[in-house]
């Protein structure tokens, strides 16, 4: 046997060092992720790694539909993918205009090479 399936794929389990509150936006190692529920810390809780998320936007920024956005981590606002100190979130399944406050971003993992 080469494989053995395990789990559908959309989510992972991880046991994270510190408290996470419901969704925070994770990078573990490439993949990124969103903590599904508040977590504490040294139990085991679930990251989504699929689905659409409104995330905050940099102020003044406009993003397309189908653009790739990225994430700061450090100011906790979407960016387009280019953006210095982002990582790849996924795509805007929505225009974003640089008056919104919010983008409607679709999780894509695979896009941090």
Same mark, same amino acid.
């Not at 990124?32 to 504490?40: F, N, Q, R, T």
């Not at 189908?66 to 979407?78: F, I, L």
């Given at each position: 046997?080469? =494989?053995?399936?395990?789990?559908? *794929?959309?989510?992972?389990?991880?046991?994270?060092?510190? #408290?996470?509150? =419901? @969704?925070?936006?994770?990078?573990? *190692?490439? /993949?990124?992720?969103?903590?599904?529920? #508040?977590?504490?810390?040294?139990?085991?809780?679930?990251?989504? /790694?699929? *689905?659409?998320?409104?995330?905050? +936007?940099?102020? @003044?920024? =406009?993003?397309?539909? @189908?653009?790739?956005? @990225?994430?700061?981590?450090?100011?906790? +606002?979407?960016?387009?993918? #280019?953006?210095?100190?982002?990582?790849?979130? *996924?795509?805007?399944?929505?225009?974003?205009?640089?008056? #919104?406050?919010?983008? /409607?971003?679709?999780?894509?993992?695979?896009?941090?090479?």
């Amino acid at each position: 046997m080469d =494989a053995r399936y395990v789990q559908r *794929g959309d989510s992972i389990d991880h046991t994270p060092m510190g #408290d996470i509150p =419901a @969704g925070e936006v994770l990078g573990l *190692g490439k /993949l990124i992720c969103v903590a599904k529920l #508040d977590m504490k810390a040294d139990e085991l809780g679930a990251f989504a /790694l699929t *689905g659409v998320y409104e995330l905050p +936007k940099a102020p @003044g920024v =406009a993003l397309a539909q @189908g653009e790739e956005v @990225g994430w700061n981590a450090a100011t906790k +606002k979407a960016y387009p993918a #280019d953006a210095p100190a982002t990582m790849k979130f *996924g795509h805007a399944v929505a225009t974003a205009a640089a008056s #919104d406050a919010t983008v /409607l971003v679709r999780l894509c993992q695979g896009l941090n090479r």
